[in-house]
């Protein structure tokens, strides 16, 4: 084919790559300068996750399970530190484990992102604490079952779990007001769902925030097992929002002070806050090139047919 | 030159299974063992006590609805299996992903270029693995047979121990245990994007004619399907990992999807008893199909505003309670 | 004789297994079974790590196309093993401070997690966002509406691309209330949870019922090609 189609019929896949480059770093360059982060209207799922959080009685100890690494950060870390966030200014308790290998590591920089740099008031031990990872995948999760302490004796940092007084009142998984689990893959929400959620009778509640790829997966435990879904980046951001339009409203600014929390109520977010939310732009941006692409390709595809008749004819 | 298996490698095998009866037979008697005793036995009391169980040690009841499905799934299976040993005609439906693979492992010998066999990237309690490698044990037999080389990058070291056994055996089979070479089965990583990171750059040098996608993958698949593409290889993918099955679809020219990866070894080897199995499958299949109907049927019934409304929406009640149980 | 021995400890184990979540007296017996799994599985490392040396040291040797990946593989892993095993720059543990090497060996400051946070956060980051380029070219090359079933789909998808994203809402936000089921973010999120959630059911629902029947052929002894040694079939 000659001109524009046989450019494009004949078109090196980097091209493509550059076109995405740009589709993605524009938004990002964009929203950098200006500062401004797209509107998000929350969906069911969303708010599910919110509101599973905020209608928890102050002072009940959350589990979050932070079952990913580096790579899927990039869609994870925000509802991480959204989940921590929210905790700490409703003034619930938080007990931090991880089934991944890396994702100790992760808990530990949502902590110094979070909790240590706004919340300073918490304790470690008291307010919050780092248990890391535990190796076993299903089997940690059969015995946290019955025997929480068994499964995780001792802190990240070597600490006795007998001897904490956040987890004085634990005994079983049962026994924590939530789960929060933020998931990447194996083991994740699905095996949190199987053996933990399911086999106790559905009296532990629980919120999962997991990869786009992964929500087709968790969509049939929604709103069974799986009380409320982030789904990808943009369950993220939706649920950012939610969290912020929250304490920027002054009606809640007693409620949140109260707790301790020194938030300093104001017009501005801080930027670690609103992460989920500036990741939409270049989502945005790729979305669109890659409408873009696929009626290009699909031009491409019918002119190729076209002449293929001709040619036979 | 013969290739074969090398002495190191055989000594550090008996040692691993050596010290792997010791710890069986060890943890009868260390403090570990009295640990981990500990906590199982906490497990099981909790869920006897749980499940209103008067005798401990007994069958739990509140796991009778699993149990009663395990059974009468594996009775399909086992009843097929047996139906088809006794010389029952079985239909089987061709399935092309496995119809290439023969042409795929031809395609390599014509262009002297090898063949890529990845089995996922779980360790061998997965279930895709083992799978992925019963097809592994198919796919090195035509290789040996088509005098292809194959290479088979892991990620983890004890599925590079099955699939060693599996090639080897393979190619003993096939007679041309000369051609057997270690080497081309090797460790890479644990981590998911060191492994495909190395198979990656290792497409892009050798330029496999063929590459099969065969296990548990997660992330990764997408970016080895595309790899494989920029080659032009042909590409054989299967896998039951529901959330990369797409990625596969569009990047690969066969796929192999959920289930019809889990039959590829019985399809393959073409014995009575395994195809037997695959349709023994399909016949918990129907029951399931018609239990999932029955249950739309009752549960419309029990949200329409009828007579018999309430009595269903009883009934199901009573089902859902004695299945979550 | 061997081959009989690994049937029979696979047939054996995997009952077990089986049967321990349904007995209570085999539940610890199921665990243990989990356990030595775990602990042959850190024993295997050993061989796959020699086999790594082997290999890589063999392409140096050999002047391989692309010995120098080999190179850069052998160091970074002696580096890091060094790092890790000899604890550098890990700082005391204030609950032992006496006891040299009690600190953590991914410890703030120490070597092993600047390793962690410099160089395999990033590769790894870096990895994970090649997907995004890659889904690019494989919708521009792959997502063709060659007959009907393929024009479904790929409404669909137009639908999901722009649903979750500010575009459905800026397209579609102003129709009426009436017709908000026809918003594309909601359009979206209805084709995931009915549509998409029912194929995926069924796909789970065979995928289950393949995984049994998979099993049973291994445990049963029917289906030996996963030994080797020209296993095949019964």
Redesign the interface.
């Known amino acids: 084919m000659q001109g524009v189609l046989g450019i494009l019929e004949r078109l090196d896949r980097r091209w493509v790559f550059l076109a995405m480059a740009l589709a993605v770093a524009g938004p990002i360059l964009v929203m950098g300068i200006t500062r401004k982060t797209l509107p998000e209207t929350p969906t069911d799922a969303s708010r599910a996750v919110f509101q599973a959080v905020q209608s928890l009685p102050r002072g009940s100890t959350v589990l979050l399970s932070f079952d990913f690494d580096p790579g899927s950060a990039g869609e994870l870390e925000p509802m991480g530190v959204s989940m921590a966030r929210q905790c700490a200014l409703c003034g619930h308790k938080m007990v931090f484990i991880s089934l991944w290998p890396l994702g100790g590591q992760m808990i530990d920089q949502t902590i110094k992102k979070v909790l240590r740099a706004d919340f300073p008031h918490l304790q470690d031990g008291v307010d919050y604490v780092n248990l890391g990872f535990q190796a076993g995948n299903e089997q940690v999760m059969r015995v946290v079952l019955t025997d929480f302490k068994r499964a995780f004796p001792t802190t990240k940092s070597g600490r006795a779990t007998a001897d904490l007084p956040i987890l004085s009142g634990i005994q079983r998984v049962g026994d924590f007001a939530l789960l929060a689990e933020v998931s990447a893959g194996y083991p994740g929400s699905k095996e949190w769902v199987q053996y933990v959620v399911s086999a106790s009778g559905g009296k532990l509640p629980m919120v999962s925030g997991c990869t786009g790829v992964q929500t087709p997966q968790l969509y049939p435990y929604f709103p069974g097992q799986i009380r409320g879904l982030l789904g990808a980046i943009k369950g993220a951001a939706e649920y950012e929002s939610l969290i912020n339009a929250w304490v920027l409203d002054p009606a809640n600014a007693a409620e949140i002070a109260s707790t301790g929390a020194d938030v300093g109520v104001s017009a501005v977010i801080p930027p670690k806050y609103l992460e989920a939310q500036r990741r939409m732009g270049p989502q945005l941006g790729a979305h669109l090139l890659m409408v873009v692409l696929i009626l290009l390709g699909n031009v491409v595809y019918l002119a190729q047919r076209r002449s293929q008749r001709r040619a036979a004819a | 030159m013969v290739r074969g298996r090398s002495i ?2 055989d000594a ?2 008996r040692v ?1 299974l050596l ?2 009866v010791c ?2 037979a060890g ?1 009868h008697d260390t403090p570990a ?1 009295a640990h ?2 500990e ?10 006590a749980a499940a209103g ?1 008067t005798t ?5 009841p509140g ?1 009778l609805p ?2 009663v499905a ?1 059974i009468v ?2 009775g399909c ?2 009843a097929w ?1 047996l139906q088809a040993r006794a010389g029952a005609a079985m239909y089987l439906r061709r399935i092309p992903a496995l119809d290439a693979v023969t042409n795929a492992v031809g395609r390599s010998t014509e262009m002297g270029r090898p063949v890529l066999f990845i089995a996922g990237i ?4 997965n ?1 895709q693995t ?2 992925g ?2 097809v592994l ?2 796919v090195a037999k035509t290789t040996a047979e088509y005098d292809a080389t194959i290479e088979v990058p892991t990620s ?3 599925v ?3 699939a ?7 190619y ?2 096939a007679g041309r245990f000369d051609a057997y070479n270690a ?1 081309a089965i ?4 644990d ?4 492994f ?3 198979v990656s ?2 497409m892009v ?2 330029k496999p004619a063929a590459c099969f996608y065969m296990g548990c993958f ?3 698949s ?2 080895l ?2 790899t494989g ?2 080659i032009g290889a042909i590409q054989i993918a299967g896998t ?1 990992e ?4 797409p ?1 596969f679809v ?2 690969c020219d066969y796929t192999l ?7 590829a ?2 399809y393959l ?1 073409g ?1 009575p ?2 195809i037997g ?2 349709k ?2 399909d016949a ?2 129907v029951i ?1 199909a018609t239990l999932i109907l029955l249950g739309v049927v009752l549960a419309t019934i029990a949200a329409l505003n009828v007579p018999q409304s309430e009595a269903v929406s009883r009934v199901l009640e009573s089902v859902k309670g004695a299945l ?2 | 004789m061997m081959r009989i021995v690994a049937m029979a400890i696979a047939s054996i184990a995997g009952l077990v297994m089986l049967l321990s979540p349904f007995f209570p007296d085999l539940e610890s017996v199921g665990a243990q079974s989990s356990e030595i799994f775990n602990v042959i599985a850190a024993i295997a490392f050993i061989l796959g790590a020699g086999s790594l040396v082997k290999v890589n040291l063999s392409r140096i040797g050999r002047r391989d196309a692309g010995w120098g990946y080999a190179l850069v593989t052998l160091l970074c892993f002696a580096i890091t093993l060094i790092v890790g095993l000899g604890k550098i720059g890990v700082p005391p543990n204030p609950q032992f401070a006496a006891t040299p090497w009690a600190g953590e060996k991914d410890a703030a400051g120490s070597a092993f997690a600047w390793i962690y946070e410099f160089v395999l956060t990033p590769i790894t980051s870096t990895m994970f966002a090649l997907l995004a380029f890659y889904v690019a070219s494989a919708a521009f090359r792959a997502f063709r509406a060659k007959n009907r079933e393929a024009m479904l789909l790929l409404g669909t998808a137009f639908i999901v691309l722009l649903g979750r994203t500010f575009a459905g809402v800026w397209l579609t936000g102003g129709l009426p209330e009436w017709a908000s089921g026809l918003r594309l973010e909601n359009l979206s999120m209805f084709i995931m949870q009915v549509f998409n959630t029912a194929g995926n059911r069924a796909i789970i629902i065979g995928i289950a019922l393949g995984v049994t029947a998979t099993s049973l052929r291994i445990l049963l002894g029917i289906d030996r090609s996963w030994m080797g040694a020209g296993g095949g079939s019964a």
Do not use: C, P
């Not at chain 2, 401990?56 to 739990?60: E, P, Y």
């Not at chain 2, 529901?242 to 099955?245: K, R, V």
């Open positions: 190191t490698s550090a095998r691993l010290l792997a710890a069986a943890f063992s981990l005793q906590i199982a036995a906490a497990v099981s009391a909790e869920d006897a169980a401990a040690g007994l069958f739990t796991k699993l149990a395990i799934t594996s299976i086992i299996m779980q360790d061998m309690d279930i083992v799978a490698i019963t044990s198919h983890r070291s004890l590079m121990e099955a060693r056994e599996a090639v080897r055996g393979s003993q089979a080497d090797r460790y890479i990583t981590e998911q994007f060191g495909v990171a190395s750059g290792q040098r050798e997660f992330a990764e997408l970016i399907a595309e593409n920029s039951a529901s959330s990369q099955l990625f569009a990047a999807i959920g289930e019809e990866f889990m039959a070894s019985a080897s014995a008893d395994q199995s695959l023994g499958q918990a299949k399931v979550g149980s």
